[in-house]
């Protein structure tokens, strides 16, 4: 059965900068594209960004584009969120998505537990 575990979440001052992880387990996700969503309570989970299996095509939203990037590791089972230059505005649960196919939420089988990302001001 397939598993997503995030981890690197943390408390960062304004300014900062965290880097998320999502290992994949459970099966391989070849062809499908592997991402990250973000949701503050009260609110939809949207997307942050996403990676195709080969690594080389990465979408984004456009709001984050210059201060995210998204990355998978060598092993394709793995991948990152390289967040920058957090505000504020950036505090929420993070989510990695799997077996998606476009960035779409609705798109995503698989989801993991979330990770916490508070930015202090």
């Known amino acids: 059965q397939a598993q997503l575990v995030e981890s690197g979440g943390g408390l960062v001052q304004a300014g900062g900068s965290l880097r998320l992880s999502c290992a994949a387990s459970?099966?391989?996700?070849?062809?499908?594209?592997m991402g990250w969503f973000r949701q503050v309570p009260g609110k939809e989970r949207k997307f942050v960004a996403a990676?195709?299996?080969?690594?080389?095509?990465?979408y984004y939203a456009d709001s984050l584009k210059g201060r995210f990037t998204i990355s998978r590791g060598n092993a394709k089972t793995t991948v990152y969120l390289q967040m920058n230059r957090l505000t504020p505005e950036d505090t929420a649960v993070y989510y990695c998505?799997?077996?998606?196919?476009?960035?779409?939420?609705?798109?995503?089988?698989?989801w993991g537990q979330g990770t916490q990302v508070t930015v202090s001001s």
């Open positions: 990676i195709d299996w080969s690594g080389i095509t990465t």
């Open positions: 998505a799997a077996g998606g196919l476009s960035t779409n939420r609705d798109d995503y089988a698989y």
């Open positions: 459970g099966r391989t996700f070849r062809g499908y594209l």
